[in-house]
């Protein structure tokens, strides 16, 4: 941590300051230059409120040296995790598909678009069975309904099944699930996130519209200092002053998050642009630029769906991308 | 809804689409131009799922003509709400001020600043209990404990208590707290909205950090929807590109949701900039644009604060801005 | 300025490096932590390229501890500036409304909108006759003639004029404008900064929809070193997600500027919104948190302006806001 | 376009609206609904001034159907264009690279980097004279010199120049130039625009930071208007909220605009993050997902480069990389 103290700080009030960082058994170092005066802290500087330090009055400002995050740190773990469920590896060469329609409709529907799925090549069985609508007035998902067809479709295809969890409540509900879906909306919901610490479960962990890249990997290691490690993150756009997609794919974040991290990333281009003729063009983006997978819906009736109809792909459409997703996967000697 | 139809559109699918809008009791109007042509749709086009209209391949794009709120859209509701706590008001010119500490850190500290910031002319005295916070080191709130530290503050100064919840299973905690605080971070946490609706306590909604006004209002819609009317807005920054401040303080958002829906709104100027300085400037800045209240976060001793100590005022500070926000009341003719 | 070196730095590299500082008559102070090598740079940092210091294998981060802006930055010109424009002030206290039209249209029509501002208590007319326009379809201004028209207005009423300057070829023309205008999309047209900067025409500079408040600074530094002080900024809204009005005014840069420099500042609520029924409620907050002036936009006819009718006042509408305005003003004893 | 009405519109003032739109040739159709009334516009309503309907206070909103820009339009011209520049096409197929340092610092340096650029694969050779720098105390390029240097590394390699115009003064200095470029903060400059619309030269035309990719359309019809045909896009990152990369690279872009203009459009991977380990997953994506080349700093020495060092390739950095992009464009059956 570095502290820049104001120009006229009386000493008396920067040797008390001073002493407070050695009560916290840091080590301090004093720069003074005419303009400014630098303090370098040497130690483990978590134990500082960042605030605390900003608010006293001599000083000018605070920057931070070291990454608030630890656990999921690729400094302190250099190696790629390697996220297994079910026999399925995701991760450091393990590429992956989860498609599935936005919401489970029906027994019928989700068993349908499970099996296109899994021929084409999908790994995942994905389905929305609790569903965060902007409008109280939209299809809120057929909730528990919802995860029994889900495991239904499992029962039939062996697929694995994704769906996402909207609140701590229904955790039970979820005991059957193999990936537990945090959606974009809570990826700051910390009680959740503390809650999966203390599950075994992999989670996937969804970008939120406006997080940062920094308080993405916090919310991960919220999970990851519960004790859980099966984390997979999800870059799936966020918000911009962009109107012509629903929101902005962030590609940059995934070999940015490859190199500071040592998590798996899937990316979800059919949230992140909300056009399905966009959706094989950056899931071939993903792939070239080093993602760990990919999140697609896929629903067998675009134009009766419950929900995200116009992002979704039909199973014929899913075929193809997937061909093509395939020859590029195998191009960089991954198998899917 | 008008639903703009691709050039070359079939007429046997055009003709299917205006059946399909028919079954829902629409009444369609077509005009064809040369480039062109646009589907006037008349009724409660809340029936149709948007989603599925754009997924339809003979649709370019669909716009909406009505807003999607209705409880709390002003034009079925033309007179403004007013909210009362504890016999204290807040709207239709009854400006409220809520401050208090960012987290509750001991009964002591809590009742001198509720003691304060009462003598100041605060109406109501918030506190943190449960903290959201980026990371899971931080200082996490005091949770049960906070809630009966603010209920001693309220025995001691009578001030009616405002604090944040950040989990449904939190909810009996709640049952003595005045006004529940949904904060940015749980704006689109809509199971916490549903069940909040069926509350009839006050509900102070604070817009998320990358939500727009009408996600904001449908928010708001949500707690409406459920049968709780006693709804507070809270404008309270937004995110975005500039770093000198920590949000953008959205101070249009206050005339124009004044505008479109009857709730009350008041600003918090705190989180909005993260700058204790620009506290005042922007509390009068809110009164003369015509919010109906203030959140400020007061601290004993912002230096050594758990949290948010580089925002808060001292009560000393907060008395000199209090005397401005009172005098500029006064020149509106309200009285605080 | 405080370079953090990568933990695995060789002592040779670093060595180099603190040599090639010192080159530059730089002091360096190194402080080794068991993660971290922290170096403090003490001396005029500003002869550094930072771009080469990240560049450089060894280095991890550099932060910059002074502010970039010097002439503009009120820690070296403590007092207020005011700029005097035809015996008009504006900074210190002194509060002065610009009123026009977006666009001159006609001499009959400017002549009139500027009776009218007058009379309401404007002392500067705008009117722009070079437009920047998204579409080359619109409407692009009248050019050469609108200056004539505006030179016209001031004859008749005695009003200094402001308008907008495009492009540097036609700055001949701006001989008699008493207020030339950089309008938002040329904040960073810094060929124009550099030329305008040698003449001693007052300046008023409007911050670019995506600049930081550093940027706007740094434009405004630009202007200055070139030797002209006479610099007026102005805030009209940045470019956010937000949807409902064009743009997001950033209130807050009103009091952060003139706490860090000490330019006077004005606010163009007109072109923050877009939204006529806004510019009062915003012309009012900025009054209240400390800006210097403001400008809005008035046309004799906004259903026939040639530009930007939704947000323009008419001349009666415009009567009663500067009564309101004036009134508070008053309150904070500024005279208009 | 289609017109929303207000609730309560007199019929006499819908109908003298009616008429004005008749009188610019336009067919209206009019559709009322219990709360709404909506009128349909067919035939060119780009005759039509937005803003003056949108202020007639009858109206509470307008919403454009037909897209603005008509040139760049792939409605109305199907077909890839291809641009052709010192016989190396790009676009329809045609991947073409241009590489260079950021500023062109002395003849040595830019044949350096032009030979090795080109013995990478690079088709052209980048090197900035004029250069756009936030602060003015930072190094402006070497201007009229800068570009003789470049002419002199294409007399000794053969491969054609592309640099950035500032201002339009310096038009005459860029006869020989092969591409002109305008930068980011000038792609609303639109004197400028206008008159490159007048040239034979072609274009590289870069995204804004805060533009739309309709505006950015827009920039271009403002060329295409003017008679110049000769435009490249090039995507480059646009401003979030997003701190750890320098801008956001919008990817989406790139498959969005291939399907709404027949333009080319090239990624400039390097100023979209500022970091030089992100430049080759960035470039490979741009491949993947249809970019028609890519532009990328290379600098014979980062460490002493004059600008953005940081992002800056070294020669042999780009030969791997070139490696794998040439080898992914072939995947594609594409040669550079």
Redesign the interface.
């Known amino acids: 941590m570095?502290v820049?103290l104001k120009?006229d700080a009386p000493k008396q009030q920067v040797d008390e300051l001073l002493q407070w960082f050695n009560s916290y058994g840091l080590?301090t170092?004093i720069?003074?230059?005419?303009?400014?005066t630098?303090v370098?802290l040497?130690?483990d500087t978590?134990v500082v409120?960042i605030?605390?330090v900003?608010?006293?009055?001599i000083v000018e400002?605070v920057?931070r040296?070291?990454e608030?995050y630890k656990n999921v740190n690729r400094?302190f773990h250099p190696d790629d995790s390697v996220i297994e469920v079910e026999g399925e590896k995701i991760g450091h060469g393990n590429f992956k598909v989860i498609a599935g329609p936005c919401s489970v409709e029906s027994e019928e529907q989700i068993i349908e678009v499970a099996k296109r799925v899994k021929a084409a090549g999908a790994k995942f069985l994905r389905g929305g069975a609790?569903k965060?609508?902007?409008?109280?007035?939209?299809?809120?998902g057929l909730r528990a309904d919802g995860i029994e067809m889900l495991l239904e479709a499992k029962k039939e295809t062996g697929l694995p099944i994704v769906t996402e969890i909207?609140?701590?409540?229904?955790l039970d509900l979820f005991n059957d699930v193999d990936i537990i879906q945090v959606g974009a909306?809570?990826m700051?919901?910390?009680?959740?996130?503390?809650e999966l610490g203390h599950s075994k479960k992999a989670i996937l962990l969804k970008r939120?519209?406006?997080n940062?890249?920094?308080?993405f990997l916090?919310s991960a290691?919220?999970i990851y200092?519960?004790g859980n490690s099966n984390i997979i993150l999800c870059e799936r756009g966020?918000?911009?002053?962009?109107?012509?997609?629903r929101n902005?794919?962030?590609?940059?974040?995934?070999?940015?998050i490859k190199?500071i991290s040592h998590l798996p990333i899937v990316v979800d281009p059919s949230h992140?642009?909300g056009?399905?003729?966009?959706v094989e063009?950056?899931a071939?983006?993903?792939?070239?630029?080093?993602a760990d997978g990919l999140m697609i819906e896929v629903h067998n009736n675009?134009?009766?769906?419950?929900?995200?109809?116009?992002q979704?792909m039909t199973p014929d459409g899913f075929d193809e991308t997937m061909n093509k997703v395939k020859q590029?996967a195998g191009?960089y000697n991954m198998t899917l």
């Open positions: 570095v820049i120009q080590k170092n720069v003074v230059g005419e303009h400014t630098i370098g040497i130690g978590s409120n605030d605390n900003v608010a006293n009055e400002t920057k040296v070291q608030p400094k609790f965060p609508r902007t409008s109280p007035y939209s299809f809120q909207m609140s701590l409540q229904h909306r809570n700051q919901n910390f009680e959740l996130l503390k939120g519209l406006a940062t890249i920094e308080e916090m290691e919220y200092a519960g966020i918000r911009t002053f962009e109107t012509m997609t902005t794919l962030d590609i940059s974040a995934v070999p940015l190199k992140a642009t056009i399905v003729s966009l063009p950056l071939l983006a993903s792939v070239a630029c080093g675009p134009k009766m769906a419950l929900s995200d109809g116009a979704s590029l191009f």
